[in-house]
């Protein structure tokens, strides 16, 4: 990893996020370098103890056969499946949440970089879960999660990370769901779970445990803090965790589980122009949610109305989409576009270092359409306001 291309939002534990969003998206698939990392305990290197390592799978429901698999099982003896993914931060866009409702917010100072697309592959969890019983007649998985756990370290707020799953999407064939050791056709690294991580595509990273040891069958949720006291957004009116703890709020929402329809600018630049009375604009970015991104559109009048972007990368059913755009800002304010707000242009007079501000906004293929103000939480997750970017051309 080199040393500038992730910006260190804390050390211990360590975690970090790409320094350029134009250079991320730039990628379609991440490269590991710039791959962000989030971890709420010291990051365990497991690599010379692989030999000891296993995974129990078991459950406190009946009909389950309790089953210990080595490393090299999961990787040799399981079917391999590969996954093309994007893995995301409930805490990404935290700092414009606090900018945009201009309150302050709890957790880490994440810009818009917590994001990764990467080629995953791994065991099925199905198949594991096959092997120790579950059966695959659907009414069974109801009301059912699988815990997810990992005891290798002790974390921040508690002894050990979990989260868990609901049984359903772990059963189904379709959601892709893995018990994975290569990233982008390497093993996995120390930072990102080496020699064992689950991948919950279309779902928040918070689920997709690190180093996991442990898969239980349960009736309840994950007991683990980051399941019941974390990744939850909270309403408006619960201002301290104080306040959230006392009145019980923590039991009252549910816990995170699938991504919002979201979108971000990663870029936004003028570029040159051969014709004199143009002004043209390029804006390019990333969006994602829990299915296919339909479309992506920008808006330079505060979102009044809006221009359809081409999409140039997207790939299967779970990777994020980028897009770019080109605005013909005219020199001539009369025959601008009607996106244009002539606020947004500065007004009377001076044409040059006027501040332009765009803004994007996604609509999933479930139709799904990305909101364009976000509330506040207490946490700062979940954030899915429009992307914004403001230059001075
Ligand atoms: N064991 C363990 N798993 C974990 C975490 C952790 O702190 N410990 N952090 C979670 C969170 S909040 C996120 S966003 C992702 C981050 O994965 P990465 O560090 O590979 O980017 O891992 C998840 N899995
Ligand atoms: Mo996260």
Known sequence: ???????????????????????????????????????????????????????????????????????????????????????????????????????????????????????????????????????????????????????????????????????????????????????????????????????????GGMRWVKWVDHISISREESPNFYQQRDYRILPQNVTSKKMAESEGWWSKVPSIQNLPCNSVVSDFRRVRSACPDQLLLKACGYAYSDCPIKHVDVSLDDGTTWKQCEITYQDGQWSWALWEVTIDLMLDEENSSDMLLASNLGGAGDRENRKVTVFSRATDSAGRVQPFTCTWNLRGVGYDGAGEATIDH
């Not at 799978?57 to 990787?75: H, K, N, S, Y």
């Not at 019983?133 to 109801?142: F, K, N, P």
């Not at 290798?152 to 064939?173: F, K």
Request: aromatic fraction near 6%; glycine fraction near 8%.
């Open 1 to 203: 990893m080199g040393a500038s291309d992730l910006s260190v939002r804390g050390k211990i534990p360590y975690n970090a996020e790409p320094s350029s969003l134009a250079e991320l998206t730039s990628h379609p698939i991440t490269p590991l370098r710039l791959v962000y990392a989030r971890n709420h305990s010291d990051i365990k290197d497991l690599r010379s103890d692989t030999d000891q390592y296993t995974v129990k799978i078991d459950g406190d429901i009946g009909g389950i056969q309790p089953l210990e698999l080595t490393f090299a099982q999961v990787r040799d003896d399981l079917p391999r499946k590969e996954v093309i993914a994007v893995l995301i931060c409930a805490g990404n866009r935290r700092a414009k949440m606090a900018e945009k409702t201009g309150r302050d917010v709890q957790g880490i100072n994440w810009s818009e970089g917590t994001i990764a697309n990467v080629r995953w592959a791994g065991a099925p969890l199905r198949d594991i879960l096959l092997q120790v019983g579950v059966t695959d007649d659907s009414a069974s998985w109801e009301g059912l999660h699988v815990c997810l756990a990992s005891n290798v370290a002790p974390c921040e707020d508690t002894t050990w990370y979990g989260g868990s799953i609901p049984l359903e999407r772990a059963m189904n064939e379709n959601a892709d769901v893995l018990l994975a050791y290569e990233m982008n056709g390497e093993p996995l690294t120390p930072d990102h779970g080496f020699p064992l991580r689950v991948v919950v595509p279309g779902c």
